[in-house]
C-alpha cells in the first residue's frame, strides 16, 4: 500500500494540470483578498444605516466554496487522464489489486485536497479580516478565534468533493461528463432543489454536499439556497457517506470492468 500510494503521489506530480488547478485554486484566494479592498472602500463611503446590510461573509466562504469544484476537477483528472492516454492497463499491471490502488488514488487527492482546501478557506478568512481592518462590518463581530473553527471545518470538507470527482471519474471513464457531473451536484442542483415547494426546499437542500459544512459548525443557513435541518452530528455522517458510498460504488465496477 505503501508503494501504490508513493507511485500515485508521483503520477499527481508529474501531470501538467495538476499545477494548473492548484495555480487557479490558489489565485482565486488572492480574488477574495482584492474583492475585501474593494468592500472595504465601499464600506468607508456607506452611511451608518446601509452599513448595517453590508455583510462580509459571504465573500470569505467564497474561496472554499470555488476550492471544492477545484479540487472536485483535479480527482476528476487524476484518474481520467490514465484512461485518455492508456497509462491505466501499465497501472492495472502494476498493481493488480485495483481496489488497494483506488485507496491509494483516495489517499492522495484527499490529502492534496485537505491542505488545498484549508490553505484557500482559512486564507481567506484571515486575509479578509486583515484587509478590513477594525471596520465593524455586522458579520465580523466575534473574535478570529471564535470564527476560525468554522472555516476549519469548511476547509475540511473540500476533500470530499475531491473524491466525489474520482469516484466520477471512476464511473464514467470521461474528463468532461465527470466535471459536468460534479458542477450539476456542486451548484445547478442546489438551485433547482431551491425552487421546490416548502418544506421539500429546505428537506432537500439540508442533505446537500454544499450546505453540510455551515451545519457541521452549527451555523444557520440564512440568505443560502441550502436548508439547516440537520445537526453536526447528522451533517459530518451525510458528508461521510458523500465520501465513502460513491468511492465504494466506484470501487466495485473498478474491479469487474476491463480497462
Known amino acids: 500500500m505503501v508503494d501504490a500510494v508513493a507511485a500515485e503521489w508521483r503520477k499527481l506530480r508529474s501531470v501538467r494540470s495538476t499545477y494548473v488547478v492548484l495555480s487557479v485554486t490558489a489565485a482565486f484566494t488572492g480574488i477574495v483578498l482584492l474583492l475585501a479592498v474593494q468592500m472595504a472602500h465601499i464600506w468607508d463611503g456607506l452611511s451608518a444605516e446601509r452599513r448595517a446590510d453590508l455583510l462580509l461573509r459571504p465573500l470569505q466562504e467564497l474561496g472554499g466554496w470555488v476550492a471544492s469544484l477545484c479540487m472536485a476537477v483535479l480527482g476528476v483528472l487524476f484518474i481520467t487522464s490514465e484512461y485518455r492516454t492508456g497509462m491505466i492497463r501499465t497501472t492495472f499491471a502494476a498493481f493488480p489489486r485495483r481496489g488497494r490502488l483506488l485507496a491509494a488514488k483516495a489517499a492522495v487527492i484527499g490529502t492534496v485536497a485537505l491542505v488545498a482546501g484549508q490553505a484557500v478557506t482559512v486564507g481567506s478568512f484571515l486575509g479578509t479580516r486583515l484587509v478590513i481592518g477594525d471596520r465593524p462590518f455586522p458579520d465580523q463581530q466575534g473574535s478570529i478565534a471564535h470564527e476560525l473553527p468554522s472555516f476549519v471545518m469548511a476547509g475540511a470538507t473540500v476533500p470530499v468533493f475531491a473524491l466525489l470527482g474520482l469516484s466520477f471519474?471512476?464511473?464514467?471513464?470521461?474528463?468532461?461528463?465527470?466535471?459536468?457531473?460534479?458542477?450539476?451536484?456542486?451548484?445547478?442542483?442546489?438551485?433547482?432543489?431551491?425552487?421546490?415547494?416548502?418544506?421539500?426546499?429546505?428537506?432537500?437542500?439540508?442533505?446537500?454536499?454544499?450546505?453540510?459544512?455551515?451545519?457541521?459548525?452549527?451555523?444557520?443557513?440564512?440568505?443560502?439556497?441550502?436548508?439547516?435541518?440537520?445537526?453536526?452530528?447528522?451533517?459530518?455522517?451525510?458528508m461521510l457517506a458523500y465520501a465513502i458510498v460513491p468511492l465504494g460504488l466506484a470501487a466495485s465496477v473498478l474491479v469487474r470492468r476491463d480497462a
Open 169 to 238: 471519474g471512476v464511473l464514467l471513464r470521461s474528463a468532461a461528463g465527470s466535471i459536468v457531473s460534479v458542477v450539476f451536484l456542486w451548484h445547478v442542483l442546489p438551485l433547482l432543489v431551491y425552487h421546490l415547494p416548502h418544506p421539500w426546499n429546505e428537506r432537500i437542500g439540508s442533505v446537500l454536499p454544499g450546505g453540510l459544512a455551515t451545519q457541521m459548525a452549527g451555523l444557520g443557513a440564512d440568505n443560502s439556497i441550502y436548508g439547516d435541518l440537520l445537526s453536526p452530528g447528522a451533517a459530518a455522517a451525510v
